[in-house]
């Protein structure tokens, strides 16, 4: 059984930094990061393969990186350079069904963690 636990959301002021954690169990091979901002559909921001391939959606390139600690089981999104648009329910994701080459669009993923919110003031 797959299971996926969010962490590290909270406030931070634009400029600023977080770290996202997700404590993965159960599943290892295609990851990736979503947000859904308020009256707006979940988006993908970045997605991580077991292979070392990295993707990134154009709003957070150069950003955000997403990176894996196998020894800890855990998926983790480093946030840089924070803008109140990032402001967002993060989620963590598992399982890509079909072409990874859309792995942005979020129907094509079976595993959700909880979210962990996150605000960026300006």
């Known amino acids: 059984q797959v299971q996926l636990v969010e962490s590290g959301g909270g406030s931070v002021q634009a400029g600023g930094s977080l770290r996202l954690s997700c404590a993965v169990s159960?599943?290892?091979?295609?990851m990736a990061w979503f947000r859904q901002a308020s009256g707006k559909e979940r988006e993908g921001v970045a997605a991580w393969t077991s292979g070392g391939n990295t993707y990134y959606s154009a709003s957070v390139k150069g950003r955000f990186t997403i990176f894996q600690d196998n020894a800890k089981n855990t998926l983790y999104q480093q946030m840089n350079s924070m803008k109140p648009e990032d402001t967002a329910m993060y989620y963590c994701?598992?399982?890509?069904?079909?072409?990874?080459?859309?792995?942005?669009?979020?129907?094509?993923?079976?595993?959700w963690g909880q979210g962990t919110q996150v605000t960026v003031s300006s």
């Open positions: 994701a598992a399982y890509c069904g079909g072409y990874f080459g859309a792995w942005f669009n979020h129907q094509r993923w079976k595993y």
């Open positions: 159960g599943y290892d091979y295609y």
